[in-house]
């Protein structure tokens, strides 16, 4: 008995409910994959299971789970915003409005029949019209892993979650008013008068403050994940300030955040905070209320649950035909739209959750959402590959050109030729300026011809340099270091002409000399890592990397001769012309080795592990058609292995490789270019091989 009342004890101490969470969360979504199926659905199983309805195990009326479960719901719709590719969205708001239009009407006016056929009050019958007008994009991983992220219809139909989440949220906040009971007309006004207030406060305070971190650039990632948490919490408890519910202000934060947060370790880390923590116990939350004997009862009433289900599928297939009619799409656009927006899983479950908490939806209403949760989870992903692969066939015979190629056509045959380049190459240390140099005159050259040009740029800051000594010696200094930079280019034969820039800003002077010289690259060597001279100074590469106009090439020889780079690896992750950036530095190196050196070229494919064997089938088929006619068969290798793993495949194969040419990520926030993860500087630093990391061309 004392045993019995300890666990008890236990069970129910905040602790032991944490832990028990945190438990299932990590151990639910590993085994339930292997049956093919979505991790939310093995945590709303394990709820199921450990709730007031099976083992008994968790109360929901906990304060634990009470807290840990709203900070989940906002979490969700935080990640949903921040995850929102707002400059594809701009590039075609216009449609994506259209598009999201008649998904929002057509979802509304599905949810208010069926409410009103089942015999609900109005408010419950707009609360399910704004659940059949939310929706999901989880087929996007897909749609990058194909490379086809950039297609109009994928742009559009993942813009439309902006405009469809937001009315519905809205439409969520007026259905609570009126289900209280205290809205009149007045109300009615003075509440959407007040959301408009809030959202301004939020999108426009987070912009503003969110800005001048970034230009100042505060780069203390706990800081910076702090301050995006607090920004978090606040809007949703201003939110509540405001009457409205407080998922409206999570989701506002998350795509004020979004417009500043730079892609890197800050964002990856808030991320990564609530995907394996908050987020996983709000799923075993819904789970707890479910009742399995009124589940029973409820799929059984199957007119409802089919309705929903007819509904939600329908309702997305008539709008994105209509769509597709509108703007001239092919059939295989048509069905990628479809597939992007069937999915009912974050903003759905949020809506459900909250209604039902509130009293204005039934169990059977949430049993039936659940059940549409499911079948249109594992559907959507399902129609989405295959649709990308059809919409990938059709643009079969084009390959994309990078930053140093361009399209030609000889004997009525069209191919890709490299065009000779202009490459700023910043020299500071005398031990690596030689090889740094050498690297260059490699990819400077094209194969159509002409020498390009190599400049070396020699950079002085004279407020540094008078606090060290004297200006005038390190101007001298310099001097000699573009001198010998000159020898240098003279004895690889290539054309060369020395810069020397005084400026206090070294990393904005590099790249405003790049743009002054109309630069093709800035290529930059990796350094030491250094954090007390990050500190205080900054970090060259990422300044570089802020305000560069064109791509930045880091360069990490480690112990490598230049002269041995002959075996190279090139991982690519999608077929895009960022890719193609990749595979075309290699070309380089490689058409400018010795004759008598054995050349390979590698192309590591590390794929979505619920791809099929015809999937890495096509794959292969699209990465050998990157073969060029000059190379043979057997000095070009394709890998492709099932992922997870992308490291561990990089760091396996490159102890057979002399250089792996990487790529990050970076974009334009708010106006300013910003660098991206730097987990690709970490994985370079520990390579056995050299490598060159280059950076994604800005658009």
């Known amino acids: 008995m004392a045993m019995d009342a300890s666990v008890s004890h236990v069970m129910h101490h905040p602790l032991g409910v944490f832990a028990l969470l945190v438990a299932i969360s990590a151990a639910v979504p590993p085994l339930i994959r292997r049956l093919g199926l979505p991790d939310l659905v093995g945590l709303l199983l394990a709820g199921v299971l450990i709730g007031p309805h099976a083992l008994q195990w968790v109360d929901t009326d906990s304060e634990t789970v009470r807290l840990l479960s709203d900070l989940g719901a906002v979490y969700l719709l935080f990640t949903m915003g921040l995850e929102i590719d707002l400059e594809e969205f701009n590039r075609v708001k216009r449609r994506s409005f259209i598009y999201g239009l008649l998904i929002l009407l057509i979802g509304v006016a599905t949810g208010v029949s069926i409410g009103w056929m089942a015999g609900f009050a109005g408010v419950s019958c707009l609360l399910l019209g704004a659940l059949m007008a939310t929706h999901t994009p989880l087929g996007y991983p897909i749609v990058r892993s194909y490379g086809a992220q950039k297609d109009e219809a994928v742009v559009v139909s993942v813009g439309s979650t902006i405009f469809t989440d937001i009315v519905a949220l809205l439409l969520l906040a007026v259905g609570l008013g009126l289900g209280k009971g205290d809205l009149s007309g007045a109300g009615l006004t003075w509440l959407l008068v007040k959301i408009g207030l809030f959202a301004l406060m939020v999108v426009l305070g987070i912009r503003w403050l969110g800005q001048r971190l970034v230009i100042r650039g505060i780069n203390d990632e706990n800081r910076m994940v702090l301050a995006v948490l607090v920004a978090l919490f606040l809007a949703s408890l201003g939110a509540e300030l405001a009457g409205v519910e407080k998922i409206v202000g999570a989701f506002l934060a998350g795509l004020a955040v979004n417009s500043v947060l730079p892609e890197g370790r800050v964002k990856e880390q808030v991320i990564f905070i609530g995907s394996v923590l908050f987020i996983p116990i709000f799923f075993i939350d819904l789970g707890l209320l479910l009742d399995v004997g009124s589940l029973g009862e409820s799929l059984s009433n199957y007119q409802f649950t089919g309705l929903m289900l007819v509904g939600a599928i329908g309702g997305k297939g008539l709008a994105s ?307 060029p006619q000059g190379i043979p068969a057997e000095r070009f290798h394709i890998v492709i292995v099932r992922g997870p793993g992308i490291d561990v495949a990089i760091h396996r194969l490159s102890r057979e490789h002399d250089l792996v040419i990487l790529r990050t990520q970076r974009r334009r926030v708010a106006g300013l270019p910003i660098p991206g993860s730097d987990r690709t500087s970490k994985l370079i630093s520990q390579l056995p091989c050299a490598a060159i990391v280059i950076s994604d061309p800005l658009v």
């Open 321 to 627: 035909w209509i769509s597709g009619a509108l703007f001239g799409y092919r059939r295989s656009q048509i069905l990628m739209m479809w597939s992007l927006t069937m999915p009912k899983v974050a903003a759905t479950l949020a809506t459900a959750f909250i209604g039902f908490q509130a009293g204005l939806l039934n169990q059977m209403v949430l049993n039936a959402v659940l059940a549409v949760m499911v079948v249109t989870a594992t559907l959507g992903p399902i129609l989405t590959e295959r649709s990308v692969t059809r919409l990938t066939e059709d643009l079969q015979g084009m390959v994309p050109t990078s930053f140093g190629e361009q399209a030609a056509t000889a004997d009525g045959v069209s191919e890709v030729v490299q065009r000779p380049l202009r490459i700023v190459v910043p020299i500071a240390n005398p031990g690596n300026e030689g090889g740094l140099l050498n690297i260059a005159s490699r990819l400077l050259r094209g194969s159509a011809g002409g020498e390009g040009l190599l400049l070396p740029l020699a950079m002085v800051n004279p407020s540094l340099e008078e606090v060290r000594g004297g200006l005038n010696r390190a101007v001298v200094a310099a001097r000699g270091r573009l001198a010998a930079a000159a020898a240098i280019g003279s004895s690889l034969q290539v054309p060369t002409r020395t810069l020397l820039r005084l400026d206090e800003d070294i990393a904005g002077g590099m790249s405003r000399t790049a743009l002054e010289q109309s630069a093709d690259l800035l290529l930059i060597g990796a350094g030491r890592a250094d954090q007390l001279r990050a500190w205080f100074l900054g970090d060259i590469v990422d300044g570089v990397c802020r305000t560069a106009h064109c791509p930045v090439v880091v360069v990490n020889l480690g112990r490598q001769r230049v002269t041995a780079l002959s075996r190279i690896l090139v991982p690519i992750k999608d077929l895009s012309a960022s890719a193609r950036e990749q595979f075309e530095l290699a070309l380089r190196v490689i058409n400018t080795a010795a004759l008598e050196e054995r050349t390979r070229i590698t192309l590591l494919h590390v794929h979505d592990p619920r791809f099929s064997g015809q999937d890495r089938r096509w794959m292969e088929e699209q990465l050998i058609r990157w073969r």
